[in-house]
């Protein structure tokens, strides 16, 4: 049944909607958290990732980024600071603050250098 809705969860991330601004190829839905997701699947699967917890790496962000260039339009920006600190909306995804942040864990960052400044990482249900 937990399989269930995770399944439900994963298919139903709230993501930003434009033809104009997304391609046919991700249903014109921004790719930002499917990408991020795919990435942490990665790096779990490779071992990188063995504990509930995710930083901000640059490895994170180099399988981000590789999503990013196989899918979207030549020239198109992706930034995973955008859909790091978003997952949260999703109901499976938790901030963890650096020390002193805690009151700034609910921005949105633009850059990863913030983000890393402002989160140590995230972690996902314990199930």
């Not at 969860?9 to 997701?37: Q, V």
């Not at 640059?58 to 600071?81: C, D, Q, R, T």
Request: aromatic share 12%; charged share 25%; proline share 7%.
């Amino acid at each position: 049944m937990m399989l269930k809705n995770y399944i439900h969860k994963f298919s139903n991330l709230r993501t930003d909607r434009g033809r104009e601004r997304y391609p046919a190829d991700t249903l014109h839905r921004a790719p930002h958290k499917p990408f991020l997701l795919l990435s942490i699947m990665d790096l779990i699967a490779q071992g990188s990732i063995a504990e509930n917890f995710i930083e901000p790496s640059f490895e994170l962000v180099e399988i981000f980024n590789g999503y990013w260039n196989s899918i979207m339009p030549v020239g198109s920006k992706g930034n995973m600071a955008y859909p790091y600190p978003r997952l949260k909306t999703d109901g499976f995804w938790h901030l963890i603050p650096n020390p002193r942040y805690e009151n700034q864990i609910n921005i949105d960052f633009s850059s990863m250098t913030k983000l890393r400044e402002v989160c140590a990482g995230a972690r996902l249900d314990d199930e």
